[in-house]
């Protein structure tokens, strides 16, 4: 197997928004024992600026790189940890991001999904979700969790899921956490006879090789959609994350994640986990 370098890269604006963000990061760092690259991303400059204030330029990146140093030693109360490094970049954020996630060196990378004015509105973390290289982690600014004893796999009734549940695996030995296989389907469906059940057992039995607990609920979808039954569900039982599997479909403007993910993206609160059709290496310390 093929091994990263251990890293985490989260984007973050030095401010109010930023905070949680950070702490959020940094627990995420402590109990995974990961390096992390904090990236600050500056708007571009017009072409004159560009051209003929290029000093004026590199100035006001020091100058942001200094104030997310002053807010990275706030948060922390000290100096600047050693297992973290600083970043500032200017220009597009969608553009920057998907251009490190091509560069590699990242095991998952961290960004805002509430909307805050430094971060990725929804339509680019949509984007960024679907054409990032490596695996994407959204996280709510007014949503901190250190309970990671439950994590849910949303699995989408439409979609067979072939790929190996690897950093399932990985983060439910991290938290010694228990799995949840979650599947909606219509009332007059026979569960145990459903696409959903047969998908969700088959995971189910894959992690269970591995050592991992789990169990598999099938819920009644009525008339709702299937997100919403499957979003209100996580909302009750408030896992520490929530782990997906990205399934593209075709748009007007290109591929993008399903409707799917996306709602269960940026409706759950918790931290949702994206994993997409790269098949990318794992971390160092990991093990089948």
Known sequence: MIYRSNNIL???????DGKL???QTLFFQKSLGMNVFLLNILKKPSLYNKLFRARNLTFKKDESLERLK?????VVEGEVPEFMALRVKVGNPLQIMLLQSKKGGYEFMIVDKSGSQQGLN????????????CPVMTINKDHFTDNFKKIIIPVDVSRATSKRLLWATYFARKFNAKIEI????????SSRNSLAWKNAEKLKYMLFQRGIKCNVTILTAHSWEYHKVIVNYIEKEKPGLVIIRTH???STTGTQISTFVSKIVHQCKMPV?????FINPMPVDFEY
């Open 248 to 250: 593209e479909e075709a």
């Open 10 to 16: 989260a984007l973050i604006s030095p401010d109010e």
């Open 21 to 23: 963000i950070l702490n």
């Open 122 to 133: 929804k339509y680019e973390i949509d984007k960024f979700i679907s054409r990032s290289v």
């Open 182 to 189: 979650v599947s909606a389907l219509k009332s007059n469906l």
């Open 273 to 277: 986990f994206t994993v997409n059709k």
């Open 70 to 74: 002053k807010f990275v030693e706030s």
